[in-house]
């Protein structure tokens, strides 16, 4: 287990307790940086280790899918194998086996799990604003091919892909019209 | 319409960076001007959620996210940096220089002059607002797993705000941590936790060479 002890961002050095949770800017003890240390309970709170399952002892116990030789303790909420306490990944209030969690976690359906989101809203406004004539065109397609896709988690911006529609459309249509213009009057 | 989202945004917003600052300053006013801010790396921001912190990192096509729950957040470790000061010191140097043009080619040229005097405004205008939003730091937040920097609070007002509004979720996680713990706890840390007294060492006698040995049960108390 890591020792609970800070280390001074500029010159390294460990911190002691009397610059925690200072009301003012505190001077590290080494090199005199100005620190603000502001410490909580989980610092002090030794490591969790993770428990191993029970062996079988009675033939005819349900036994875990990837360990035949553990007590299986739970099954798993996606596919329904029964697990042992260590293939047991509880997430969210959910119990996972390891090659859902996996799979879970590259198709982006856990929730909490989601490391990173296209933003699709944001492409097809930028594409509809910029003014040529195929980047309209690209803005339509993005707005009606992700319509439904998730935004931001933070900032959804669902009004965007309308506003990108409109654009786009107008922007094609005006280019369209001078398009017309100069044939027609060549 | 506002949309409903869980988060709510904590102030700041920061960079984290491809290119040094300086040298992005450099190709602003030297080489490719205004495209020099597309090397400014992703901008980074901070929301809070129900039970976890949101550190949002956008670089205009996609969003990454990492997540910090309240439960697992052990500290938040702050360096007042110099960098606001260093900057304070260039941006007055070239509104001093302009200034100083404007009023050495003023003197023959007025237009001359007032293209200097606004050129040196727009300087001094960077430099009130670099003044204005405070001395500048750096911030991490540990847990027990890692040391992540956090580049949008890089000013100690933003921070101080920032804790503000981070603190009672973190209590509500964790519990609160009275101050005197703390030392009574670092002391355990520095010291080791403390041991049973060891037991007495017992002497050997041995009277006979091939007898078994005989064990001094010690002095009667």
Same mark, same amino acid.
């Given at each position: 287990?890591?020792?609970?002890? #800070? ?7 460990? #911190? ?6 200072? !009301? /003012?800017? *505190?001077?590290? !003890? ?55 306490? +260590? ?22 359906? &856990? ?11 944001? /492409? ?12 309209? +065109? ?14 931001? +988690? ?16 107008? @922007?094609?249509? *005006?280019?369209?019209? #001078?398009?017309? +213009? ?5 | ?56 990192? *956008? ?14 957040? /052990? ?51 960077? #430099?009130?607002?670099?003044?204005? *939003?405070?001395?500048?730091? @750096? ?11 956090? !580049? ?12 503000? /509004? ?15 713990? &703390? ?12 041991? !049973? ?25």
């Amino acid at each position: 287990m890591n020792p609970p002890l #800070l280390q001074c961002p500029r010159c390294r050095a460990w #911190l002691l307790g009397a610059v925690f949770n200072q !009301p /003012q800017l *505190s001077p590290c !003890p080494a090199c005199g940086a100005s620190l603000v240390v502001e410490v909580f309970p989980a610092f002090f709170r030794p490591m969790e280790s993770g428990t191993s399952g029970e062996a079988v002892m009675v033939e005819g116990e349900s036994s875990c899918f990837y360990h035949p030789q553990k007590k299986a303790v739970q099954p798993c909420d996606a596919c329904g194998r029964f697990l042992c306490a +260590l293939c047991d990944c509880a997430i969210k209030g959910q119990h996972l086996c390891p090659a859902c969690l996996e799979s879970g976690s590259k198709k982006q359906a &856990i929730q909490g799990l989601e490391d990173v989101r296209p933003l699709h809203s944001r /492409q097809a406004l930028m594409l509809s604003c910029l003014p040529f004539f195929i980047t309209g +065109l690209g803005g339509i397609y993005m707005a009606l091919r992700y319509r439904n896709a998730p935004g931001s +988690l933070v900032r959804p911006m669902r009004w965007a892909m309308n506003v990108a529609l409109a654009l786009g459309v107008l @922007q094609t249509l *005006s280019f369209g019209v #001078l398009f017309f +213009l100069i044939f027609t009057r060549s | 319409m506002a949309e409903a989202t869980p988060y709510r945004r904590l102030p700041g917003t920061g960079y984290r960076r491809m290119v040094p600052g300086w040298a992005i300053l450099l190709l602003f006013f030297f080489a490719i001007g205004i495209f020099a801010l597309l090397l400014r790396g992703r901008r980074v921001q901070l929301w809070l959620g129900a039970d976890h912190l949101l550190l949002v990192e *956008s670089d205009g096509r996609q969003e990454f996210y990492k997540r910090f729950y309240y439960r697992d957040i /052990q500290a938040v470790v702050v360096h007042k940096t110099s960098e606001g000061k260093i900057v304070n010191g260039i941006l007055t140097g070239i509104t001093c220089l302009f200034l100083a043009i404007a009023v050495a080619v003023g003197m023959e040229e007025v237009a001359a002059g007032i293209v200097f005097v606004c050129i040196a405004a727009i300087f001094g205008i960077a #430099l009130l607002v670099n003044w204005l *939003s405070g001395p500048t730091c @750096q911030t991490f937040l540990r847990t027990a797993v890692q040391i992540e920097e956090l !580049p949008s609070l890089t000013r100690l007002r933003q921070l101080h705000k920032a804790l503000d /509004q981070l603190r009672p979720l973190i209590v509500a996680g964790q519990g609160e941590l009275p101050p005197d713990e &703390i030392a009574a706890r670092m002391r355990e840390v520095v010291e080791g936790p403390r041991q !049973p007294a060891p037991e007495p060492i017992k002497t050997i006698i041995l009277e006979e060479p091939d007898a078994p040995p005989r064990t001094d049960p010690g002095p009667a108390s």
